[in-house]
């Protein structure tokens, strides 16, 4: 799926909380007539349990 970032977040104490960083986005293509070209948050998230991203 293809997006376009507006807007990207990154700080220490989202970093604490395992957030590498926080995005406000656009959908491109056909995915954003199905959500009516809404912006979305996508969230890039470290668990340290499982070590996954």
Known sequence: MKYNVIQS???EALLEKGIIK???????????????????????????TT???
């Open 22 to 48: 926080n995005e406000l986005i656009k959908l491109s293509g056909s995915a954003s007539n199905k959500y009516n070209a809404k912006s979305l948050c996508l969230l890039h998230f470290w668990d340290s």
């Open 9 to 11: 977040n990154q700080s």
């Open 51 to 53: 070590g996954n991203h």
